[in-house]
């Protein structure tokens, strides 16, 4: 299952588009980089904004890229569990490695509605899934219980962004074989430290070497190593939130030639107070 440094990969856009060929370059950089996997599609590669040829383009083109040299996870976030089983079954057919599936938001459903939404979506493929607790963003969490029933569906990865880390403690108790993935680059050595498996991380965009470093070194148990990589990406942890993900992160990242400056409506680009205190925090970080 999935561990290590994996990216929540963003989405290029040039003059509205898709601009396929600068995922094309952003997928080989991290295999280069030693990134342990992909994520496309996710909320900050603004999935919930691409239409449907759009979604297939992207996962289809960096599952192409990837060649199986390193796995790529596809974005199936919604609040509707019929179109969720949609997209998992198509992410599926495009011969993605595994699919994101958010608690669905909005809705707040019960802790019994999101064990049947998993259930259902399990039920319909064989694809690994990760199951996304994001609180912050859905408004309804994924309790401790709830993520041990769906384990008992089939195999289940764990990207948490809860900021009660003594869950993944709990959880490693309970379901030790589930790797647990932290969803917060400003919490993850702390998550580490409760047992997390690794990341799902926004700062690997720009800092993937840095990113998988640090996971490696405390794997290692080297945690002077991995305490000080830590405290130098916190500026950068810092200022990739800014404002909304992923707007901080495109900016740095057409800074860097990679892709222009682009995002979807509702979001804009960085604000011109963003962008100075992004800059302060890139040059406090080393390359």
């Known amino acids: 299952m999935f561990k290590g440094s994996i990216v929540a990969l963003v989405t290029p856009f040039r003059s509205g588009k898709l601009d396929l060929d600068s995922l094309e370059k952003l997928v080989n950089w991290h295999i280069e980089s030693g990134t342990d996997g992909i994520v496309v599609c996710g909320s900050t590669g603004e999935g919930m904004l691409l239409s449907d040829d759009e979604r297939i383009s992207v996962i289809s083109t960096a599952v192409d890229v990837a060649a199986k040299k390193i796995p790529v996870i596809a974005g199936c976030s919604t609040c509707c569990t019929a179109e969720a089983v949609r997209q998992v079954t198509q992410s599926e057919r495009l011969m993605a490695d595994g699919a994101l599936v958010v608690a669905p938001y909005y809705v707040k459903p019960t802790q019994s509605g999101i064990i049947e939404h998993f259930k259902v979506v399990m039920e319909s493929c064989s694809l690994p899934i990760i199951v996304y607790n994001n609180p912050g963003r859905c408004s309804v969490g994924i309790e401790v219980d709830t993520i041990v029933e769906i384990a008992k569906f089939g195999q289940i990865a764990l990207k948490d ?74 500026h950068m942890n810092e200022a990739l939130f800014i404002e909304s993900n992923p707007i901080p992160v495109k900016y740095i990242l057409s800074q860097m030639g990679m892709i222009q400056n682009e995002l979807r409506s509702p979001l804009l680009p960085a604000s011109l107070s963003a962008i100075q205190k992004i800059n302060a925090a890139t040059r406090r970080i080393k390359n």
Request: proline content about 3%.
């Open 161 to 234: 962004s809860d900021t009660d880390l003594a869950r993944i403690t709990r959880l490693k108790s309970i379901i030790p074989h589930v790797s647990m993935l932290s969803g917060d680059d400003a919490t993850l050595i702390g998550y580490l430290a409760h047992g997390g498996d690794g990341c799902i991380s926004v700062t690997a965009n720009v800092k993937p070497t840095r990113v998988k470093q640090l996971v490696t070194a405390w794997k290692m148990m080297d945690i002077s190593a991995a305490h000080k990589i830590n405290s130098e990406l916190s």
